[in-house]
């Protein structure tokens, strides 16, 4: 158990609609990162929070976003879904040092239909 | 149960010469093994992949070895270069669960 989560574990929803994806850092760690994991394009780094501010931005698209709590949990809010959204998204979360290891939750699975 | 395991944080290596990354794994339903390599500031990037029923990748300076039944692999950097320097994960994909297992990480110097 790497201590972080990822709520829900699954999500299926249709073409256009809006969800969010929680994601809870280990205990301490400043830092949460957000992926996404398709068959074909790997591993995606999306955005990166430190203690609640922006820290790094990927390929994100403009229909996501993020952002990071005063609790120091973030949600990734995806929007005007496509079918191609459905992928696996994956939080990680650190110290926030450049060399403190990441700890990944174990993912959410998103089919958009 | 940390079911991916990079025992070593850190390695230093000098420039030009053979870097290897190891990884110990638990779980034997793992279909594939990945490697990334990440950067400070930047998300991990992909690098080399293993299906579980090989025993050898080799693409360009990076050839990855899968011993099964050790449960372990190893990612061979030959020659080593500055832009080397990054953190290297070893990732276990089981397919049947659709998951992801990373480990946490080994982070290479590369010594000019």
């Known amino acids: 158990d790497s201590g972080v989560t990822q709520t829900p574990k699954h999500l299926i929803t249709a073409t256009g609609q809006r969800v969010t994806l929680r994601c809870s850092p280990r205990?301490?760690?400043?830092?949460v990162y957000w992926y996404q994991q398709s068959l074909d394009q790997g591993l995606q780094f999306l955005i990166q929070y430190y203690n609640g501010e922006e820290r790094a931005k990927g390929n994100i698209l403009e229909r996501f976003s993020a952002q990071q709590f005063p609790d120091l949990h973030s949600e990734l809010n995806l929007s005007s879904l496509e079918l191609g959204d459905s992928a696996l998204y994956f939080c990680?979360?650190?110290?926030?040092?450049?060399?403190?290891?990441?700890?990944f939750g174990n993912g959410t699975r998103l089919t958009v239909t | 149960d940390q079911q991916v395991k990079q025992n070593s944080p850190s390695l230093s290596v000098q420039e030009g010469r053979i870097s290897i990354l190891n990884c110990d794994y638990t779980?034997?339903?793992?279909?594939?093994f990945l490697w990334y390599k990440k950067y400070p500031a930047e998300g991990p990037t992909f690098l080399i992949s293993?299906?579980?029923?090989?025993d050898k990748n080799e693409d360009g300076r990076f050839t990855v070895f899968l011993n099964k039944s050790a449960k372990h692999l190893s990612l061979h950097i030959v020659p080593s270069q500055p832009g080397d320097s990054a953190v290297y994960f070893c990732v276990g994909w089981d397919f049947g669960n659709e998951k992801l297992t990373f480990g946490t990480g080994t982070r290479l110097t590369i010594i000019p």
């Open positions: 779980n034997s339903m793992f279909d594939y």
């Open positions: 205990s301490g760690d400043l830092s």
């Open positions: 293993i299906s579980s029923i090989k």
């Open positions: 990680a979360s650190s110290a926030g040092q450049d060399n403190s290891p990441l700890h």
